[in-house]
């Protein structure tokens, strides 16, 4: 597929690279991706992706909405995502707890649909100006129920783009709500990048090419045909427990095969849905593991830390759940410490605890101040880590 | 239910989860003898109900469906009417899903003149859930929530969807089936957000704590209550107390529908004539 849409832009622009913002990255994420269908409601720091999609979509006849409220914004784009359209809608945090029980709905009715949370710090108004990663535990279990997650993390304006259209691939091709994570400082900071280069890109989990389509539900085992609207005569859709028809049933047997093939359509499929970095492979005896903005200063800190001669691994994680449990055990296996930088009090940790502390010591390193982990402050937590271990 | 309607049915969904003597189903059939007289299509209709008794609706209809969640049908509705302009988008809602946790979903797709019907099953009470106060219960109703009796008022939908901006604005009884099929035909002629008050009746729920008894007279007493419109005009407010003014209450043809405006501003956009701001 040609990336004609940011090439359409590029035309009046810079001939080898655009400078954007985050936020507009993922909004031209999405338009390559071919949403055509937006729905939303302003919040900082998320609302220049919705101001985008106003600006762009009727130009590519699409559906651009601003609702009364999130609630509102997250059902629409579930009705546009029932007709066919692959659906997106873009939060922070308070707009994000709102959705929670629509997007339960898009896991029981097999709605692809794309949320994309610019984290702020919470809770509640919280900070609404100053970044966070307060929101994770929030995107894998935010809606009641036992219920598959599938979510990512973006570190800078590339990702806000590539992986927004990893979030509409996988979307389509699992039939389920995304999340895609990012916070304040990556939406809202400019960076320039090639949208060719961004689209095919090569990660240690593999090398991937999200300007294909290659959505084929139909390939998945687990998926259900889906129950489109004006596609066959009479679909029905419901977020009571249903079977193949689409309409609700009772019986013990069917639902529960019913919601275990809701959880297995993306746990079989760890593998395609997990994208990661190593970096520094095997070299040292600490491996930071990071997700989005602690993820970029987590590698600055690799190279400061090796020039001082203090070697160190860094797995970049992309996608946080499904849970990379392989990558995470294989690392656990060959390190002393796996450190863990967040901008919360250690949610994800506790996450990497549970399928390492069998192998290695996790230590979370939390910050909930409204500013980001810095290189130095990184490396000088790994220098104290390797001192400690030499001192025993 | 005669065999003409039954095309429009999911006859092997039946029997149907309602009460005997409930006004679910006499609603739902003025609805069906107005599908039969639209001739609607299957293919593009689109039902869309909410969660409650009412929305229950949806489920037993053999046209593209949707059993959404509590208090968002309109909003999904929204989303499918702009995704799909050729659809007919009907929504099925109850007073607890449309005028309570639907309520501002409800006011907002008035505001926009949306070209979507939206039936709303007032029973006065929240039947499902067991018997609790809605926003319809009237002052001194006795509900499971209101034990001594309801201290609230109640919403007039009407006006308060007129007020919105809905452009068909109707109100009619489970007891008068055939002006209630009339208006929702009507309804889903007009081009632009229509909302039909369904007057119905719970004496499950509603009637064993509250007079008259039972589905017969409560039914009655629906039609001891309605005054037609035009009788309306010729009465003072205090004689209008407690009465159900039926008929078509409000109809603006000129105002503009959302779906057509949206489609205008494309088409502008797309010849290059709006560069935006």
Known sequence: MELWYTHLLREKLDQDSLLVQGNRASALGALDAGVRFFAGYPITPSSEIMETMARELPKVGGVFLQMED??????????????????MTATSGPGFSLMQEAIGYAIMAEAPLVIVNVMRVGPSTGRPTAPSQGDVMQARWGTHGDHPSIVLAASNVVDMYRLTMAAVRFAQRFRTPVTLLADEVVG????SFSPEKAGRYRLSSGDFDFTENYSRPDLVREVHPPHQLGAFRHPHVTGLVHDETGF????????????????????????????????????????????????????????????????????????????????????????EFMLIPELNLGQYAREVRKMAEQWTTVISMGKIDGTLITPRELVDRVSDLVGKYENV | MTSALDRFLHTDRLPHIWCSGCGAGMVTGAFLRAAAKLDLQKETTAIIGGIGCSSRAAGYLDFGTVHAIHGRA????????????????????????????????????????????????????????????????????????????????????????????????????????????????????????????????????????????????????????????????????????????????????????????????????????????
């Open chain 1, 70 to 87: 999130e609630i509102a914004s997250i059902c629409a784009c579930i009705g546009g995502s029932l007709t066919g359209e692959t659906s």
């Open chain 1, 188 to 191: 809202h900071m400019r960076e």
């Open chain 1, 248 to 335: 609700p049933t009772n019986d013990p047997q069917k639902s529960a095969e019913f919601l275990r093939e809701l959880h297995d359509k993306v746990a079989h499929h760890r593998d395609e849905l997990c994208l990661y970095d190593v970096k520094n492979e095997g070299r040292g005896r600490v491996c930071i593991v990071a997700y989005g903005s602690c993820a970029r200063s987590a590698r600055a800190a690799m190279d400061l830390a090796q020039h001082e001669g203090l070697p160190v691994e860094v797995l970049h994680l992309y996608t946080l759940f499904p849970l990379p449990v392989e990558i995470l055990q294989r690392v656990a296996r060959r390190v």
């Open chain 2, 74 to 277: 309109l909003a999904f509705a929204t989303g499918i009417k702009m995704a799909r302009p050729d659809f007919t988008v009907i929504v099925f809602t109850g007073d607890g899903d449309g005028a309570a946790i639907g309520g501002n979903h409800l006011i907002h797709a008035c505001r926009r003149n949306i070209d979507i019907t939206c039936i709303l099953f007032n029973n006065s009470i929240y039947g499902m859930t067991g018997g609790q106060a809605s926003p319809m219960s009237q002052e001194d109703d006795v509900s499971v929530t209101a034990p001594y009796g309801q201290a609230e008022r109640s919403f007039d939908l009407c006006r308060l969807t007129e007020a919105a901006g809905a452009t068909y604005v109707a109100r009619g009884t489970a007891y008068a089936g055939r002006e209630l099929e009339r208006l929702i035909r009507d309804g889903v002629r007009h081009k632009g957000f229509s909302f039909i008050e369904a007057v119905s009746q719970c004496p499950t729920e509603y009637g064993k704590r509250n007079p008259p008894k039972g589905a017969i007279a409560m039914l009655e007493d629906q039609r001891d209550r309605s005054v037609s419109v035009k009788e309306a005009m010729g009465m003072t407010s205090g004689e209008l107390e407690s009465k159900l003014i039926t008929g078509l209450i409000y109809k603006d043809e000129s105002a503009p529908e959302f779906q057509e405006s949206y489609q205008r501003m494309l088409e502008r956009v797309q010849q290059g004539s709006d560069g935006g701001n």
